[in-house]
C-alpha cells in the first residue's frame, strides 16, 4: 500500500496536473465511463463535527475509492484545518486497499480546477475582468486557477466581510493582475467571469445585476439550503454542472428546480461540452452558470494523479500491508 | 497514522479480544451511544467485483470510521480472498485519519463473535449439542467462537455441498468434540444451538424441523433476496438482532416483514439483552432466533482493538502522515 502525506501534495501535484484530472474526469462523468455512488454526510454529535465520504469508480482510468472527512469547526484552536479530507484508493480488479493520500490540499486544488474547467469551456474568449464573490481560504485558489485560462487584465471583488478582502488583492498582485473592491451592481457591470466561492444560505448576486455575456461559476453550494445567486439568474442563464443530480438537489440550482423555474432536463453536464456533444456557450450575449457542486470522483482523480508523481519522484511511502 | 497490516491481525486479536470488542458495540448501540451511518454497496461494473462501506460512530469508545471493501469472484484464481475489508478509523476530535487496518481476519472474527454473543446471552444454559448449516470458510469461525459459550459434548453438521463437510469434521476435531453429518429433520431433532452461515437464497431450514428450546444464530442473510429460514421459523421464535433496520430489510427477517407476518416491533435488539432493558430467553422451551446482519460498527470496534494491541505489542507501522 502506497501513504503519500499531505506534506507532500504541494510538491507533487500543481493547478496544471489537477486541471488536466478534473477535465479527464468530468468527460468520462459525462461519457457514462465513471459515476459517483451515493454521499454520506453525518452531523455525528461530537465535537460539531459533519463527517461523511463522498466515492465512486471511473471505469476508464480503473480509480475506485473514496474521499472521507469532514468539518470539525474547533480545529483551527488547534493549528488544525477544519476541513479534513483523506483519500484511499482501491485496486479495481482485487479490492486491496491500493493508497491512502492526503486530501486537504488535494480538495483544494480540484475545486478550483472545477471553475477553471468551467471557463476554459464557457467564458468569452475575450473576458477581461475576473470577478470574485467571496475571500475566504478557497478564493485564492480558485482566482489563480482561473487566470490561467483567459487573459484578464484586472480583479475585481466583493465579500460579505469587507475586512478579508485583502486576500483578493494580495493574490491579484501575485499574479501581477489590478485589484478592485466593488459592490454588487459594479460587480454585474463590469465583471466578464464571476467564481462566487461562499457559504451563504441566502443569494446574494441576483439576476438584476448581471450583464449579458457573463460566464459565473458558483461553487460554494454543496448543501441543502446554501444558495449564492438568486432563482431569477438560475432562469436567464444557459446551466452546466458537474453532476445533475447534485446539482437539483444540494448545488445552486436546487432552489430553482424546488420552484419549478428549471428542471433537471435544463441542466447540462460540463463534461458534454468536453467531450464534443454539448456545444456549450452560443453566443457573446449568452449568460452561462456553471454550478460546482463537488464529486467524488474529482478527488479521486486528483489523488490518482498524486500517487502516479508521488512513485515517479520517490516519495510514495510504501507499507507492506 | 497508524498502519495495522492484515498480517500482524492473527497475533494481535483473537476469539476472546472480538466477543468482548463485540458484545460492547452491541449494547452502545442498545442504549443509543452507537450509530451506524447507511451503507454503500455498489456493482462497480468491473471484475463482477461488489465494492462499498459500512460506517458508524460510538460516542462511548470514540471509534469513527468506516469499512471499505468488497467481493471480488475473480481472486481465488490470484491466491486473494475473494472478500477484501480494510478499515480507516478517525479522530473524533479532530477528523485526522488516524489508522488503516487489514479487515480480512477481522470480519471472519467479529462475524463469529457476534453469533456467540447470541449463545452467551440467549441459548439454554444445558445446551449440548451444537448444529451447524453451512461449511464454507466462515463455518470454522463460528464453530470455535460458540464453543467457548456452552458445554457442548457435540456438533452436527449439514451442508449443501456435502463434500464440504470435511471442514466441520475437522473443526470440531481440533475443538476435542465428537462430529456427525446428518440431514435437516436430524439437525433439528438433536441441536440445542444451530448456527447458518451459507449464502443461500431460499430457505433451508424449516419451522417444522425445529425443537422447543432451541437457539438459531442466522448469519448468512445481508442482502435483499438472501433467506436461511422459512417464514414459519421466523414466526415461531422470538426474535433478535445486531440491528433493527438492517434485519428488517436486508437480515433474515426481510421476507417475514415483507409477508406481514412479523413487523419490525417483533424484532429486539441482542443490546438490549447485554444491558439487561431485555429479558432474552424466558423460559427452557421458547425458540430464540438471532439475525446476524453485521453492522460496520462491529468492524470499528474490533479494528480499534487491534490498533490498542498493535501499539501495544509494538508491531503498529506509524507513518508521518
Known amino acids: 500500500m502506497i501513504i503519500v502525506p499531505e506534506k507532500e501534495i504541494a510538491g507533487l501535484i ?25 454521499v454520506i454526510r453525518e452531523a455525528i454529535g461530537h465535537a460539531d ?8 469508480f471511473d471505469r476508464s482510468s480503473l480509480a475506485l475509492g473514496l474521499k472521507s472527512g469532514g468539518y470539525w469547526p474547533g480545529n483551527a484552536e488547534r493549528d488544525l484545518t477544519n476541513h479534513q479530507s483523506t483519500v484511499f484508493l482501491f485496486d479495481a480488479d482485487t479490492g486491496q486497499a491500493k493508497a491512502v ?28 475582468v475576473l470577478g470574485m464573490i467571496g475571500a475566504g481560504h478557497q478564493s485564492a485558489f480558485q482566482m489563480r486557477a482561473a487566470a490561467e485560462h483567459r487573459n ?25 493582475l489590478p485589484y478592485e473592491s466593488v ?8 465583471a466578464d467571469v464571476i467564481i462566487s466561492i461562499t457559504s451563504s444560505f441566502k443569494p446574494i448576486f441576483k439576476g438584476t445585476q448581471v450583464r449579458p455575456g457573463t460566464h459565473i461559476a458558483c461553487m460554494g ?30 448545488g445552486e440550482c436546487q432552489h430553482a428546480v424546488a420552484d419549478g423555474i428549471v428542471s433537471k432536463d435544463n441542466i447540462n453536464e460540463i463534461g458534454a ?3 464534443g456533444t454539448h456545444r456549450g456557450r452560443t ?22 494523479a498524486a500517487v502516479d508523481l508521488a512513485i515517479k519522484k520517490g516519495v510514495a511511502i510504501e507499507v507492506d500491508f
Do not use: C
Request: proline letters at 1%.
Open 221 to 250: 453550494t454543496d448543501t441543502k439550503g446554501k444558495q449564492e445567486v438568486d432563482v431569477e439568474l438560475i432562469a436567464m442563464a444557459t446551466l452546466f454542472t458537474d453532476e445533475v443530480a447534485q446539482s437539483a438537489t444540494i
Open 152 to 176: 484578464f487584465e484586472k480583479v475585481i471583488g466583493w465579500n460579505f466581510h469587507p475586512e478579508m478582502l485583502s486576500r483578493l488583492e494580495e493574490t491579484a498582485s501575485e499574479l501581477g
Open 14 to 38: 500543481g493547478r496544471a496536473e489537477a486541471f488536466e484530472a478534473i477535465e479527464n474526469i468530468f468527460a468520462a462523468m459525462s461519457s457514462g465511463a465513471a459515476y459517483n455512488f451515493p
Open 283 to 304: 453566443s457573446e450575449s449568452e449568460i452561462t452558470l456553471f454550478d460546482g457542486t463537488g464529486v467524488g470522483l474529482q478527488d479521486l482523480a486528483v489523488a490518482s
Open 273 to 275: 461540452v468536453i467531450n
Open 49 to 56: 463535527a459533519l463527517y461523511g465520504f463522498k466515492s465512486g
Open 183 to 190: 459592490d454588487l451592481t459594479q460587480m454585474g457591470a463590469e
Open 101 to 128: 493520500v492526503g486530501g486537504n490540499l488535494l480538495t483544494a486544488l480540484r475545486t478550483a480546477a472545477a471553475s477553471a474547467v468551467s471557463i476554459k469551456h464557457l467564458a468569452r474568449k475575450d473576458a477581461k
